[in-house]
Nanobody
Framework: QVQLVESGGGLVQAGGSLRVACAAS????????MAWFRQAPGKEREFVAA???????RYADSVKGRFSISRDDAKNTVYLQMNSLESEDTAIYFC???????????????????WGQGTQVTVSS
């Protein structure tokens, strides 16, 4: 049974930093594209960042230069380092994993077969 478990969310002041992690179990994801999405109250789930099996990365325009996604395949874990946080970054952050390698549709939620339960990130202004 595949499980994705996020951790590291919390409350941080604007301008601060936070790192969230996603630990996968049930299968290895070393050849899969992994991603982070987020959903703010009253809004649709939106793409944040993705990392492929070859560590190519993609970012939403709103987080470019502030967020960094990385992976540790030995630990079956993906990370999202968030710097210069803004109140607009407040959301539930979800980890996602694709069942197969994907490259061109990393921004689409439908590309991902597995999802975590989410971790709350709150940025106070």
């Amino acid at each position: 049974q595949v499980q994705l478990v996020e951790s590291g969310g919390g409350l941080v002041q604007a301008g601060g930093s936070l790192r969230v992690a996603c630990a996968a179990s049930g299968r290895t994801f070393s050849t899969a594209t992994m991603a982070w999405f987020r959903q703010a109250p009253g809004k649709e789930r939106e793409f944040v960042a993705a990392i492929t099996w070859s560590t190519n990365t993609r970012y939403a325009d709103s987080v470019k230069g502030r967020f960094s996604i990385s992976r540790d395949d030995a630990k079956n874990t993906v990370y999202l380092q968030m710097n210069s946080l803004e109140s607009e970054d407040t959301a539930i952050y979800f980890c996602a994993a694709a069942a197969t390698p994907i490259l061109f549709t990393v921004w689409a939620p439908s590309s991902y077969a597995y999802w975590g339960q989410g971790t709350q990130v709150t940025v106070s202004s």
